[in-house]
């Protein structure tokens, strides 16, 4: 396993960013049940874990597009993971709303964003994938050229995935499923009979009951 997919797997398991229930799943807000539930806010709180984030992303942003001329954060939980990155890279920042405000200026996209600007988007999750889309399409819709996606983790679901490729958006994640579950076993936070659940359950979310 990438030892970088390990370490962020190994931190957000620590910190209890993620938490994982086989036997005793979440409800979403969409009402799917799910083993896993995920707040990578938690993250900014420990110092040590939010530079290694913003670090990481820093190096894929540069190794993955190093024509970059802005950052975008998905609000809201990727404005501050953002900042961060804009920050070490000494780059313009901008976030994207769910939708346009009702009142005010009526931004969906709140900062300075010229026209056929160079842009990679930082998300903190990768669920289905279409919220983070969806702020990828704002900012198309507004002349910016996306690069591509940087998240801290996906669920790796198929349905994720295509949705990226009809979207002829490229993503790259810090860390994944299946680090996250290799590592859980590794420190005996999930049996082993446990992955049976674990792994059925992301190859079809919006069915799956426990």
Same mark, same amino acid.
């Not at 990768?126 to 996606?149: D, F, H, N, Y």
């Not at 994640?173 to 005996?188: K, M, R, W």
């Given at each position: 396993?990438?030892?970088?997919?390990?370490?962020?797997?190994?931190?957000?398991?620590?910190?209890?960013?993620?938490?994982?229930?086989?036997?005793?799943?979440?409800?979403?807000?969409?009402?799917?049940?799910?083993?896993?539930?995920?707040?990578?806010?938690?993250?900014?709180?420990?110092?040590?874990?939010?530079?290694?984030?913003?670090?990481?992303?820093?190096?894929?942003?540069?190794?993955?597009?190093?024509?970059?001329?802005?950052?975008?954060?998905?609000?809201?939980?990727?404005?501050?993971?953002?900042?961060?990155?804009?920050?070490?890279?000494?780059?313009?920042?901008?976030?994207?709303r769910p939708s346009a405000k009702s009142h005010?200026?009526? *931004? &969906?996209? =709140?900062?300075?964003?010229?026209?056929? +600007?160079?842009?990679? $988007?930082?998300?903190?999750?990768?669920?289905?994938?279409?919220?983070?889309?969806?702020?990828?399409?704002?900012?198309?819709?507004?002349?910016?050229?996306?690069?591509?996606?940087?998240a801290i983790i996906t669920y790796d679901f198929?349905?994720?995935?295509?949705?990226?490729?009809?979207?002829?958006?490229?993503?790259?994640?810090?860390?994944?499923?299946?680090?996250?579950?290799?590592?859980?076993?590794?420190?005996?936070?999930?049996?082993? *009979? &446990?992955? =049976?659940?674990?792994?059925?359950?992301? +190859?079809?979310?919006? $069915?799956?009951?426990?």
């Open positions: 396993m990438n030892e970088v997919k390990k370490t962020i797997a190994e931190k957000l398991i620590q910190i209890k960013a993620i938490k994982l229930q086989p036997t005793n799943p979440f409800t979403w807000a969409s009402g799917w049940k799910s083993p896993i539930y995920c707040d990578n806010r938690l993250t900014l709180s420990y110092s040590d874990i939010r530079k290694l984030i913003r670090d990481e992303f820093v190096n894929q942003i540069r190794k993955n597009y190093p024509e970059v001329e802005v950052i975008a954060g998905v609000a809201t939980g990727a404005i501050a993971q953002g900042v961060l990155v804009a920050e070490a890279m000494d780059l313009p920042f901008v976030y994207v005010g200026m009526g *931004n &969906q996209i =709140e900062g300075y964003l010229p026209d056929n +600007k160079k842009v990679v $988007v930082i998300e903190d999750l990768i669920s289905t994938g279409g919220s983070s889309l969806k702020a990828v399409a704002s900012l198309r819709e507004a002349g910016a050229e996306v690069l591509g996606m940087v198929p349905l994720a995935q295509n949705n990226f490729k009809e979207a002829d958006c490229n993503l790259i994640t810090l860390s994944d499923y299946h680090a996250l579950l290799e590592y859980a076993t590794s420190v005996n936070y999930v049996e082993e *009979n &446990q992955l =049976e659940t674990l792994q059925e359950w992301r +190859k079809d979310p919006s $069915v799956w009951q426990q």
